[in-house]
């Protein structure tokens, strides 16, 4: 069964610095999204991409993050300058189409800022 | 945008009973209501999802509801089982393309 691939599993990382987490979505894709856990709550929307653009993003989404698609297959989430808050598990996750088709969810990169 | 609230929180149940968790809508556009199992440090597995034009839904031991005019959808699971203890979550999808994830509810299965 296809998957979505993230990297690294477990990233720790100082305050203030910056940190790439990568992803690769599934190759017929066309829409791909990422989502945040903090430890104990809910997952939470972070923005959705497609086209080669930002199509949606939530208020947590603030000028610190941005995301890019590289290449053919990479799916990036950069935090330019990580907070203590910024400590979750966020996921990748991507779709063939709108709505719920194929929406598939990544394994997790747990981000630690210390 | 959507709201989504999910009860319990946390539910004990003894092996074999059944378990039922509860979600409301805000958004009546919502149209896909699936459920996530989630294991610690894990990544949400669907396990039963359920569309608008549908009243319910069952897969084995697995069953979701969903009432439309009341906005709110429910899980059952029957015969639980200690491999049945983890977080779930509920979800909705409205015309936008984001899934909005109720709070979670911690199932406890006791053997």
């Known amino acids: 069964e296809p998957e979505v691939t993230q990297t690294p599993s477990h990233q720790v990382t100082q305050m203030g610095q910056e940190v790439i987490l990568r992803c690769v979505p599934i190759?017929?894709?066309?829409?791909f999204y990422w989502y945040r856990q903090i430890l104990g709550q809910k997952v939470e929307f972070l923005v959705s991409?497609?086209?080669?653009?930002?199509?949606?993003k939530s208020e947590i989404f603030d000028d610190q993050f941005s995301v890019e698609r590289p290449d053919g297959s990479n799916f990036t989430l950069k935090i330019r300058s990580t907070k203590l808050e910024d400590s979750a598990m966020y996921f990748c996750?991507?779709?063939?189409?709108?709505?719920?088709?194929?929406?598939?969810f990544g394994s997790g990169t747990r981000l630690t800022v210390v | 945008g959507e709201n989504v609230e999910q009860h319990p929180s946390t539910l004990s149940v003894q092996e074999g009973d059944s378990a039922v968790i509860k979600c409301t809508y805000s958004?009546?556009?919502?149209?896909?209501f699936p459920w996530y199992k989630q294991e610690l440090g894990k990544r949400p597995q669907l396990i039963i999802d359920?569309?608008?034009?549908?009243g319910e839904k069952k897969d084995q031991r697995i069953a979701v509801t969903l009432n439309k005019t009341a906005k709110h959808f429910s899980l059952h699971i029957t015969e639980t089982q200690p491999e049945d203890s983890a977080v779930y979550f509920c979800?909705?999808?409205?015309?936008?393309?984001?899934?909005?994830f109720g709070t979670g509810t911690s199932l406890t299965v006791i053997p």
């Open positions: 979800a909705a999808l409205p015309l936008s393309n984001q899934f909005y």
């Open positions: 190759s017929n894709h066309l829409y």
């Open positions: 996750a991507s779709s063939l189409q709108t709505g719920d088709f194929g929406y598939t």
């Open positions: 991409f497609y086209n080669n653009e930002i199509s949606e």
């Open positions: 359920i569309r608008s034009n549908v």
């Open positions: 958004d009546s556009a919502s149209n896909y």
